[in-house]
């Protein structure tokens, strides 16, 4: 499968735990993003790299959230200090041009 | 602002049936659209995408048409499937802006046998 793969694809933490997602995009390609998604929403942009620069950050993106992509390659976002409202569908898409995205990693805050 | 939405939250059809769904933007300056397709569990996956200097698309089974005037977009499936039941999304964009995509809140699609 060439396509752009997310890991893990569901993870339960405890309110206060740091949880951290990774995202392999489609080879090659130098655009990179992370979106959120809750239920019977459509994805809402976070970030967006373009090779390893961090380009773009959405206010949504607080200060508990970090993302990076160290060699233009894979990125991974890290949540610090879970809190409940940050139980969602993280997905990460990739694009030369078109955004093609990952199944997503669920998370679920308790 | 920047916006998108659609006109009807969930669209019922025959096995067979042509279906369309709409979807409305508010954002003038937003050049770039495209449609995603969502089953449950899933990630979007891509449909179609139009250019604003564009007023209609076409590929296999699905039509896109934009109307700038009123800031209007649909997408017409032919035939439509039972494997086309999902959720679709509308996304804008504007091309050497932002690159985020601004996505609507969907449309549930059931397609009955």
């Known amino acids: 499968d060439t396509g752009v793969s997310q890991n893990p694809r569901h993870k339960i933490t405890k309110r206060g735990q740091n949880v951290t997602f990774r995202c392999d995009p489609i080879s090659e390609h130098n655009r990179l993003y992370w979106y959120r998604q809750t239920l019977g929403q459509g994805p809402e942009f976070l970030t967006y790299?373009?090779?390893?620069?961090?380009?773009?950050k959405s206010r949504l993106l607080s200060d508990r959230f970090s993302a990076e992509r160290p060699k233009g390659s894979f990125s991974t976002l890290e949540i610090q200090r879970t809190e409940q409202g940050d139980s969602a569908m993280y997905l990460c898409?990739?694009?030369?041009?078109?955004?093609?995205f990952g199944p997503g990693t669920r998370l679920t805050v308790t | 602002g920047e916006s998108v939405g659609l006109h009807l939250p969930t669209l019922s059809v025959q096995e067979g049936d042509n279906s369309i769904i709409n979807c409305a933007y508010s954002n003038s300056a937003s050049d770039y659209f495209i449609w995603y397709k969502q089953e449950s569990g899933k990630g979007p996956q891509f449909i179609i995408d139009?250019?604003?200097?564009?007023d209609k698309r076409q590929g296999q089974r699905v039509t896109v048409l934009l109307n700038k005037t009123v800031k209007h977009l649909s997408l017409q499936i032919a035939a439509t499937q039972p494997g086309d039941s999902a959720v679709y999304f509308c996304?804008?964009?504007?091309?050497?802006?932002?690159?985020?995509?601004?996505f609507g809140k969907g449309t549930k699609l059931t397609v009955n046998p």
């Open positions: 790299f373009q090779n390893e620069a961090q380009l773009e």
């Open positions: 898409a990739s694009s030369p041009d078109e955004q093609y």
């Open positions: 996304a804008e964009n504007v091309q050497g802006g932002s690159e985020k995509l601004v």
């Open positions: 139009i250019r604003s200097n564009m």
